[in-house]
Protein backbone atom coordinates (compact mmCIF):
# COMPACT_ATOMS: atom_id res chain seq x y z
CA UNK A 1 0.00 0.00 0.00
CA UNK A 2 1.58 3.23 -0.60
CA UNK A 3 0.53 6.65 1.04
CA UNK A 4 0.30 9.81 -1.42
CA UNK A 5 0.62 12.96 0.58
CA UNK A 6 0.55 16.64 -0.99
CA UNK A 7 2.03 19.95 0.10
CA UNK A 8 2.86 23.37 -1.02
CA UNK A 9 -0.65 24.77 -1.12
CA UNK A 10 -1.70 28.02 -0.10
CA UNK A 11 -2.66 31.51 -1.28
CA UNK A 12 -1.12 33.53 -3.50
CA UNK A 13 -1.84 36.57 -5.58
CA UNK A 14 -3.19 36.23 -9.40
CA UNK A 15 0.73 36.40 -11.55
CA UNK A 16 2.12 34.47 -8.41
CA UNK A 17 3.51 30.60 -8.49
CA UNK A 18 3.22 27.91 -6.43
CA UNK A 19 4.84 24.26 -6.25
CA UNK A 20 3.09 21.38 -5.12
CA UNK A 21 4.56 18.27 -4.45
CA UNK A 22 3.01 14.99 -3.87
CA UNK A 23 5.53 12.88 -1.51
CA UNK A 24 4.66 9.21 -1.86
CA UNK A 25 5.42 6.57 1.06
CA UNK A 26 6.67 3.94 -0.79
CA UNK A 27 8.62 3.65 -4.69
CA UNK A 28 6.61 5.35 -6.88
CA UNK A 29 8.76 3.66 -10.00
CA UNK A 30 6.06 1.27 -10.70
CA UNK A 31 3.00 3.54 -11.16
CA UNK A 32 2.74 3.58 -15.17
CA UNK A 33 1.24 7.17 -14.47
CA UNK A 34 0.68 9.43 -11.91
CA UNK A 35 -1.69 12.74 -12.43
CA UNK A 36 -2.80 15.93 -10.92
CA UNK A 37 -6.87 16.48 -10.47
CA UNK A 38 -8.42 19.49 -9.10
CA UNK A 39 -11.53 19.92 -8.19
CA UNK A 40 -13.22 23.59 -7.64
CA UNK A 41 -16.32 24.25 -4.87
CA UNK A 42 -19.53 22.97 -6.94
CA UNK A 43 -17.58 21.35 -10.13
CA UNK A 44 -16.17 17.72 -11.18
CA UNK A 45 -13.23 17.26 -10.37
CA UNK A 46 -10.96 17.73 -13.29
CA UNK A 47 -7.23 15.91 -14.73
CA UNK A 48 -5.16 18.98 -14.49
CA UNK A 49 -1.31 16.94 -15.49
CA UNK A 50 -0.30 13.46 -16.30
CA UNK A 51 3.07 12.00 -16.50
CA UNK A 52 3.62 8.63 -18.04
CA UNK A 53 6.53 6.45 -17.14
CA UNK A 54 7.11 6.45 -20.85
CA UNK A 55 7.87 9.98 -20.66
CA UNK A 56 4.25 11.33 -22.26
CA UNK A 57 2.91 14.44 -20.36
CA UNK A 58 -0.27 16.06 -20.55
CA UNK A 59 -1.93 18.88 -19.70
CA UNK A 60 -5.38 20.16 -20.01
CA UNK A 61 -5.67 23.46 -22.41
CA UNK A 62 -6.28 25.74 -19.31
CA UNK A 63 -2.89 25.09 -18.45
CA UNK A 64 -0.95 24.91 -21.15
CA UNK A 65 2.44 26.90 -20.88
CA UNK A 66 1.81 28.01 -17.11
CA UNK A 67 1.78 24.69 -15.10
CA UNK A 68 4.94 21.90 -15.48
CA UNK A 69 4.25 18.48 -13.89
CA UNK A 70 7.46 16.26 -12.97
CA UNK A 71 8.38 13.19 -10.85
CA UNK A 72 11.72 12.41 -8.91
CA UNK A 73 11.65 8.56 -8.90
CA UNK A 74 15.18 8.83 -6.43
CA UNK A 75 12.77 10.95 -4.28
CA UNK A 76 9.46 9.12 -4.86
CA UNK A 77 7.91 12.67 -5.30
CA UNK A 78 5.99 14.41 -8.02
CA UNK A 79 5.22 17.82 -8.37
CA UNK A 80 3.48 20.53 -10.10
CA UNK A 81 5.27 23.85 -10.64
CA UNK A 82 2.17 26.52 -10.93
CA UNK A 83 2.78 29.88 -12.85
CA UNK A 84 1.21 32.63 -14.08
CA UNK A 85 -2.13 31.68 -12.02
CA UNK A 86 -5.65 32.82 -11.71
CA UNK A 87 -8.60 33.14 -9.67
CA UNK A 88 -9.56 30.19 -11.71
CA UNK A 89 -7.11 28.02 -10.80
CA UNK A 90 -8.45 28.08 -7.34
CA UNK A 91 -9.02 24.36 -6.01
CA UNK A 92 -8.31 21.30 -4.06
CA UNK A 93 -5.59 19.82 -5.71
CA UNK A 94 -5.17 15.79 -5.62
CA UNK A 95 -2.25 14.00 -6.88
CA UNK A 96 -2.73 10.18 -8.37
CA UNK A 97 -0.70 7.00 -8.86
CA UNK A 98 -1.99 4.45 -11.02
CA UNK A 99 -0.43 1.01 -12.08
CA UNK A 100 -2.55 -1.62 -13.05
CA UNK A 101 -5.42 -3.04 -10.27
CA UNK A 102 -4.36 -0.39 -8.31
CA UNK A 103 -4.72 3.46 -8.11
CA UNK A 104 -3.82 5.85 -5.19
CA UNK A 105 -4.93 9.45 -4.11
CA UNK A 106 -3.79 11.77 -2.03
CA UNK A 107 -5.68 14.11 0.65
CA UNK A 108 -5.55 17.01 -0.78
CA UNK A 109 -3.99 20.44 -1.31
CA UNK A 110 -5.79 23.67 -1.10
CA UNK A 111 -4.60 26.09 -3.78
CA UNK A 112 -6.52 30.07 -3.43
CA UNK A 113 -5.64 32.71 -5.66
CA UNK A 114 -7.24 35.84 -5.08
CA UNK A 115 -7.53 38.68 -7.88
Known amino acids: QVQLVESGGGLVQAGGSLRLSCAASGSIFSFNRMDWYRQAPGKQRELVASIFSSGIINYVDSVKGRFTISRDNAKNTLYLQMNSLKPEDTAVYYC?????????WGQGTQVTVSS
Open 96 to 104: RGWRPLSEY
